[in-house]
């Protein structure tokens, strides 16, 4: 199932149709009641670490032709099905906070309205505060309680191989039925292309989430590095090299990749130079290293290049910030991809004699 | 007349003297197959028979009468005891010396009753003088004589061998081996068995070359690694190969000969799994042509070769796929896609799950008519197509 962003189109219907269609809903919109029972999932005032959320909409109270979702400038449509009762939908929220509109309509007549404000956090994006963030809290949804609410349409009891076999087909886990747009990206992550959920989400807590410790049987440890090491054994290498890198040195992989997929290579949150300097964001101005040594330095322009051309020392790779540092870990100032322990070694990866 | 009476007579001398020569060059069956090397110019006497004091050992001056005392004691008057150390050969455990020397006089040197060793030995270890006969491969210093290993009176070892027979004897001559067995990083466990070299080799000779003790280095293999054995170095499983093969029957080619040791070298070697030439050891490395023991066999422009319509059918058009997967800084093994032992799911011997990391990912093969395409751990369904290349988005 993929994501379907439908945006109501009104093109084909008659002008006239358009016309009574506006009459009637400025005439009759502020009538839709506010159903406090609309919405079954999420709560108000839910904190994401993901982009995805899952309404799960309750569209027996009364008889209603379709639902509708809005969100900021993206709208959903819902068409309701007699023997039907509850509707799924997940949405992928902008960073920050959304408000989400869940509408009910019959007859072209808006019947029922309720509403979410919910914030999705990600330091990735400007405008994410997280001093905004303590009304908002996690709240995680796989717990008896709110699973018997779904059981009677979903299978809530896992199938997920916990043996290390990945399935031959992926599509008959139960994780797969609600999760599947999960890895729609272009990279994924086999781990989560092969549904084998369990082998991350297994329950444990780490140090930074100790407080959530028993709040969900799908847990991830956070900080998650140890969970990635039990595969990427590099891991333990990068955070015994001699300078490290923040997210490295905090065990927080997550940060930088997205342990589902991306449409980015390695799995990236963002392409490597936007994701680069997203923290480093002074690298960006185009003076890099050279414009602060040599002849003639210090200077505004005449920086080091840091994109938009093939690596010399890397062939067919574009070069960006990781062909001259390495974002792991080095033995060198700088995360300097160097050998031994002169830094202007590192030149010498494409500037030879 | 034309010949003399002298003329005829010389010729009647060469005729009967050559008649007495070849009469006394008559060979036995035995002294054809064993030899005479111990056969002497002229014949050998016991010191005291041919001094013709018969007294020295019989009770009367005619040697008629009774021994004045028994074998061994009765030689051990003269001669070193031979029955000293740990082991004692029977007839000298049972005082019995005449059964191998003459105590009067003999062809043979060392007063033995045959003119070669093992056609003296064999004249009781009747088996082995059948084994001697009709086996293809004998081991070459049993084929020259049984004392190379055994000692005819006594010994510290089993078996009256002048070393331990397990190892320690072998390796007196295969010194090569004792270094080689030693030194290497990837170890045989078998070498540490109970039975050392006879785990696998019989020391008297076999039917097969290596005297081997079974008929193919398969079979003989699979007579422990039919089970799943752990390694002695890190306590990891090894594969229960036989188990493998028996659920997995398209099987690699030597093996299909029964010949392991094509890839492996069961003394160990300075390769992964003791391969006789390298295997990268890690699921990605550096591709090098050097690095591959599978290029004994198969074409290097297979993987070598980034265009071809002819090395592989592994090809997109013509934009070779193993070139695309193998041949890179960060180039997968063979092993990412293939099974060297034996497959089932799958053609061309590929894998029906890979392992990665410590999870087993299915590749999700399917074959087309003109290519195919799979879905491992590492990307999306991705399609190949030797007549319309494909185009993979994801």
């Known amino acids: 199932m993929t994501e379907q962003r439908q945006k109501l189109t009104l093109n084909k219907m008659s002008f006239k149709f358009i016309y009574l269609f506006l009459l009637l809903f400025t005439t009759i919109s502020g009538n839709a009641q506010e159903i406090s029972s609309l919405i079954l999932q999420p709560q108000d005032k839910t904190r994401y670490i993901g982009e995805s959320s899952t309404f799960v909409i309750n569209a027996t109270l009364k008889e209603a032709d379709y639902i509708v979702i809005e969100q900021s400038d993206i709208t959903t449509t819902l068409e309701i099905k007699p023997q039907k009762d509850t509707y799924c939908k997940t949405i992928n929220l902008n960073p920050g906070e959304n408000t989400v509109f869940v509408t009910l309509y019959k007859d072209a007549k808006p019947i029922g309205k309720s509403s979410r404000v919910l914030y999705f956090l990600s330091e990735l994006f400007e405008g994410v505060d997280e001093y905004e963030l303590d009304e908002y809290k996690i709240r995680f949804f796989h717990q008896d309680a709110k699973e018997k609410k779904c059981a009677s349409c979903h299978n809530m009891t896992s199938n997920i191989p916990t043996n290390n076999e990945a399935l031959e087909d992926v599509t008959k886990t139960t994780c797969y039925e609600c999760h599947n747009s999960m890895i729609s990206t272009k990279n994924t992550h086999a781990p989560a292309a092969n549904w084998l959920c369990i082998n991350c989400h297994n329950g444990k807590f780490g140090e930074y989430n100790m407080q959530d410790k028993g709040a969900s049987k799908y847990l991830v440890a956070d900080p998650v590095a140890k969970t990635c090491a039990e595969c990427h054994e590099d891991v333990k290498e990068w955070e015994e090299s001699k300078f490290g890198h923040g997210p490295v040195n905090d065990g927080r992989c997550e940060r930088c990749h997205n342990p589902h997929g991306s449409d980015n290579e390695f799995f990236l949150r963002k392409s490597i130079w936007e994701l680069c300097t997203t923290c480093h964001a002074e690298k960006s101005n185009g003076q890099h290293v050279t414009s602060a040594i040599g002849f003639g330095a210090p200077n505004k322009s005449g920086g080091h290049p840091t994109r938009d051309r093939e690596d010399p020392a890397r062939p067919g790779r574009e070069l960006t910030c990781s062909g001259c540092h390495n974002p792991h870990g080095s033995g060198g100032i700088s995360l300097l991809r160097m050998k031994g322990t002169m830094p202007y070694g590192v030149c010498q990866r494409c500037h030879k004699k | 007349m034309k010949y003399s009476w002298f003329f005829i007579l010389k010729i009647v001398v060469v005729m009967l003297s050559v008649s007495v020569f070849a009469q006394g060059a008559v060979l036995t069956d035995a002294e054809k197959f064993y030899g005479t090397e111990l056969k002497a110019s002229k014949k050998v006497q016991h010191p005291p028979f041919e001094w013709g004091d018969c007294t020295v050992c019989h009770t009367d001056a005619k040697g008629e009468g009774a021994l004045i005392m028994d074998p061994p004691e009765l030689c051990a008057m003269c001669h070193e005891a031979k029955d000293t150390k740990a082991f004692i050969h029977g007839p000298v455990a049972a005082g019995a010396c ?18 070669s060793i093992n056609e003296l030995c064999v004249s009781c270890h009747q088996a082995k003088d059948e084994f001697m006969r009709n086996t293809a491969n004998i081991h070459s210093p049993v084929k020259d ?4 290993c055994h000692d005819p009176h006594t010994e510290d070892h089993q078996y009256q061998l002048k070393a331990d027979g397990k190892k320690d004897l072998c390796v007196m001559c295969h010194v090569d081996k004792e270094v080689w067995t030693s030194t290497v990083t990837d170890k045989h466990g078998a070498l540490d068995r109970p039975r050392k070299c006879l785990e696998c080799h019989d020391a008297h000779g076999s039917e097969v070359p290596m005297n081997l003790i079974k008929n193919t280095s398969k079979e003989l293999c699979l007579s422990c690694h039919s089970e799943s054995l752990t390694r002695d170095e890190d306590g990891s499983k090894i594969l229960n190969i036989g188990k493998h093969l028996e659920n997995n029957p398209d099987w690699h080619g030597p093996i299909l000969w029964g010949d392991c ?8 070697s300075n390769n992964l799994r003791m391969l006789n030439k390298p295997f990268p050891r890690t699921f990605y490395d550096k591709f090098e042509e050097d690095n591959y023991i599978c290029f004994q066999c198969h074409e290097k422009e297979k993987i070598m070769d980034a265009n071809t319509t002819t090395a ?6 013509s934009n070779n796929m193993h070139f695309v997967h193998v041949n890179k800084e960060k180039g997968r093994s063979c092993r990412a896609c293939h099974d060297f032992h034996g497959t089932k799911e799958y053609p061309h011997h590929l894998r029906a799950k890979t392992k990665f990391g410590k999870i087993n990912f299915p590749i999700r093969f399917i074959e087309t008519e003109n290519g ?5 751990a590492c990307h999306a369904r991705r399609h190949y197509d030797r007549a319309t290349p494909k185009v993979n988005l994801k």
Request: hydrophobic letters at 25%.
């Open chain 2, 98 to 115: 005449t059964a191998c020397h003459n105590p009067h006089e003999s062809d043979n040197a060392k007063l033995l009753t045959a003119s």
């Open chain 2, 145 to 148: 004589q049984c004392i190379n």
């Open chain 2, 261 to 268: 040791a094509a890839c492996h070298n069961p003394h160990g």
């Open chain 2, 312 to 317: 592989t059918n592994f090809r997109n058009g």
């Open chain 2, 372 to 376: 195919g395409s799979c879905a491992p």
